[in-house]
């Protein structure tokens, strides 16, 4: 039965082959470029990715040597302030002794003017 049967469909075989081989070649052919045109993407793609990178590069080394001037300049201000701190705390000293030195004064100026009233005021008698 089964040798009957083959034999049958055998020359339906032999008439889809090339129908087969045809549709099997024209599917390499196109799955064939397909692949070429996958691989020109990807090869235009990886040649913009490469570009973008070498822009970020390139900007966060410009980015970086912004940066080490900056923190240059942030330590020369802070150097600055806490020099500038110490003078306004020896000033503030400075000012301090000023004053307790004109109440000194100040003090010894009404002595020095009770003794002359004093003084005056004997002469006079």
């Known amino acids: ?7 049958d469909l055998l020359p339906h075989v032999a008439r889809l082959m090339p129908v087969a081989d045809k549709y099997l070649s024209s599917r390499s052919s196109s799955d064939k470029a397909q692949e070429t045109a996958l ?3 990807a ?3 990886r040649g913009q990715v ?4 070498e822009g970020i590069n390139r900007q966060l080394c410009e980015q970086s040597a912004q ?3 900056i923190a240059v300049e942030v330590t020369r201000a802070r150097m600055g302030a806490e020099n500038i701190e ?3 705390a020896k000033l503030e000293r400075t000012a301090g002794t000023v004053v307790r030195l004109l109440w000194a ?3 010894l100026l009404v002595v020095a003017f009770a003794l ?3 003084l005056v005021v004997r002469m006079v008698r």
């Open 67 to 69: 940066i080490a001037e």
């Open 50 to 53: 490469a570009e973008a990178n």
């Open 43 to 45: 090869e235009n793609v």
């Open 116 to 118: 002359l009233t004093i």
């Open 1 to 7: 039965m089964w040798p009957k049967l083959l034999f």
């Open 105 to 107: 004064v100040v003090g």
């Open 86 to 88: 110490a003078r306004v």
């Open 39 to 41: 691989a020109t993407l």
